[in-house]
């Protein structure tokens, strides 16, 4: 008895360009859901986020930025907003963040 077994089907879903797809909508699908807890007082930090182009990292490019995502402090101008703010997004939206990769990666 012989078996054969092709795995072309597998081999394009799993290439390199879909995977990239995938990542880059799920970064995209993150930076929306986290900005509404980052701080906003004058906006600047919000609207500094992006997702990076192979969907890699999503970054807050100001000087402050890493010292409000690390540090407690007190006073945000902005409820629910405040330090960690990946944290309070995941929580929230992980499964949102899986169906943005499984689509953008076409699967």
């Known amino acids: ?3 054969q077994v092709r795995f072309n ?3 394009n879903k799993f290439n390199s360009q879909a995977l990239n797809k995938g990542r880059t909508a799920a970064a995209n699908q993150m930076l929306a859901d986290m900005n509404r ?3 906003k007082d004058d906006n600047i ?3 500094t986020g992006h997702a990076t182009t192979n969907g890699k990292d999503v970054l807050w490019n100001t000087p402050y930025a890493a010292r409000l995502f690390y540090m407690p402090m007190y006073n945000y101008t902005t409820p629910g907003t405040g330090p960690r703010w ?5 929580g ?3 499964s949102d963040w899986i169906k943005a990769y499984t689509k953008g990666a076409g699967w």
Request: aromatic residues 10%.
């Open 45 to 47: 930090l919000r609207t």
């Open 9 to 11: 089907g597998v081999k």
């Open 37 to 39: 807890f980052v701080p």
């Open 92 to 94: 929230m939206f992980m």
């Open 86 to 90: 990946d944290l309070k997004a995941k």
């Open 1 to 3: 008895m012989k078996m």
